[in-house]
């Protein structure tokens, strides 16, 4: 039993990492310009995204000049898109590296006072409607195991191609599919959530993308028992 219950601790802990990526450094990019999801998933809503999409319509509507199928325009623009994503991130990274370090030098950041400092505390978090970025990912490792890899590598190919196929059924039937993937999802985000937050049990729960931070017994317990329920 306490091989088993170590066993699912070390579980439970990994799974909490891959929930909470802005509680951690972010992940080297691999080969050195591969973009990451941690990245984009905070980069998503900011001008970093704008710098990364507004290159790549404009090379979609260089690809469309050619007279190439739609198969292979749309290989080109993800070739494209994640080579481009990759070089933005790590340009982002190293812009943001020298931005922190210029603001550690500076003499004008004022210091706290001794005793000032409230304690660190999450904010209250609604129940989202539609999955979070981490909860997907979350959901894929559940789900799949260890060809969690796979599996997302195939669902973000086979809807990036739907977008480039020649009729607006297709497109359209793959934002159904996705929205309806997303409201599942969420439903099972706030199941555990209630669950948790129902139980007699503690630890950490997700919400909106976090752990919120509950009282009780070690951190990440509360997760998996829930999802057990």
């Known amino acids: 039993m306490e091989g088993q219950e170590q066993v699912g601790s070390r579980e439970t802990g990994e799974l909490q990492q891959r929930l909470t990526p802005s509680r951690r450094p972010l992940p080297a990019q691999r080969w050195g310009f591969l973009p990451t999801q941690p990245f984009w998933n905070l980069a998503a809503l900011t001008p970093v995204s704008f710098a990364c999409w507004f290159p790549a319509v404009v090379f979609y509507d260089w690809l469309r000049t050619l007279g ?6 749309g290989l080109g623009c993800m070739v ?33 006072a001794p005793g000032s400092l409230a304690p660190a505390s999450d904010p209250q978090r609604k129940q989202p409607i539609v999955a979070t970025a981490e909860f997907w990912d979350y959901a894929f490792a559940r789900l799949f195991g260890r060809a ?43 199941r555990l959530l209630r669950s948790h937050l129902e139980g007699a049990g503690a630890g950490k729960a997700l919400a909106g993308g976090a752990m919120a931070v509950a009282s009780g017994r070690g951190p990440s317990e509360g997760l998996m028992a829930a999802d057990r329920n």
């Open 80 to 112: 494209f898109m994640t080579v481009w994503a990759g070089l933005v991130e790590r340009w982002s990274r190293r812009y943001f590296v020298r931005r922190y370090r210029c603001v550690l030098r500076s003499s004008d950041v004022p210091s706290a």
């Open 148 to 190: 969690k890899g796979i599996a997302e590598m195939l669902f973000e190919f086979v809807f990036f191609m739907s977008a480039f196929y020649p009729s607006w059924r297709a497109v359209l039937g793959a934002l159904l599919v996705v929205a309806a993937m997303s409201l599942a999802l969420g439903w099972w985000q706030r």
């Open 68 to 73: 190439l199928p739609w198969w292979q325009n």
